[in-house]
T-cell receptor, first 111, second 111 residues
Framework: EDQVTQSPEALRLQEGESSSLNCSYTVSGLRGLFWYRQDPGKGPEFLFTLYSAGEEKEKERLKATLTKKESFLHITAPKPEDSATYLCAVQAREYGNKLVFGAGTILRVKS | KAGVTQTPRYLIKTRGQQVTLSCSPISGHRSVSWYQQTPGQGLQFLFEYFSETQRNKGNFPGRFSGRQFSNSRSEMNVSTLELGDSALYLC??????????FGPGTRLTVL
């Protein structure tokens, strides 16, 4: 069965303190790996899609990378507005467009 | 470009009742997926519709059903509500299914 595990469950950073979130996955035939950001009471906001090992994507202070077993979301010099829950999800070729989500990492950035 | 809209945003029902939730996808998107989000189970896939046909279904009981109209708008219905159905119900739209964009969700509370 497809599985997605995110770590840590929660992360507290000081403003400017860079760090990484991890998403490890077990899926047969990866079609794509997705990162989303979710603020309290809102729907997930799409950040990145990664399709194959070695791929990297960047957006402002965020950079996502992918290997054959895991993905990292690197946050460089975070600001308080980066505080949110970050969700990782995978799509397997066998299951079409269904997204299988991890439990998420709750990020808090203090000024 | 308008995003995904969901109505209503909040709903309170009692056990045994039924409920219908509505989702309007991003203009031009033909794929609509539904997810249930709870604190204990996280985000779980309910079903996906494309061109008025259900393409995929998650592991939920038959009380959960959906449909899609010719304008790509979608509805999901939950019959005989149970306390455990209290959740945030999220709709996501996509062009072909890869990158899915979520709406704000409908918060359902079952008393």
């Amino acid at each position: 069965e497809d599985q997605v595990t995110q770590s840590p469950e929660a992360l507290r950073l000081q403003e400017g303190e860079s760090s990484s979130l991890n998403c490890s996955y077990t899926v047969s035939g990866l079609r794509g790996l997705f990162w989303y950001r979710q603020d309290p009471g809102k729907g997930p906001e799409f950040l990145f899609t990664l399709y194959s090992a070695g791929e990297e994507k960047e957006k402002e202070r965020l950079k996502a990378t992918l290997t054959k077993k895991e993905s990292f979301l690197h946050i460089t010099a975070p600001k308080p507005e980066d505080s949110a829950t970050y969700l990782c999800a995978v799509q397997a070729r066998e299951y079409g467009n269904k997204l299988v989500f991890g439990a998420g990492t709750i990020l808090r950035v203090k000024s | 470009k308008a995003g995904v809209t969901q109505t209503p945003r909040y709903l309170i029902k009692t056990r045994g009742q039924q409920v219908t939730l509505s989702c309007s996808p991003i203009s031009g998107h033909r794929s609509v997926s539904w997810y249930q989000q709870t604190p204990g189970q996280g985000l779980q896939f309910l079903f996906e519709y494309f061109s008025e046909t259900q393409r995929n279904k998650g592991n939920f009981p038959g009380r959960f059903s959906g449909r899609q109209f010719s304008n790509s708008r979608s509805e999901m219905n939950v019959s005989t509500l149970e306390l455990g159905d209290s959740a945030l119900y999220l709709c996501a739209s996509s062009l072909g299914g890869m990158e899915q964009f979520f709406g704000p969700g409908t918060r359902l509370t079952v008393l």
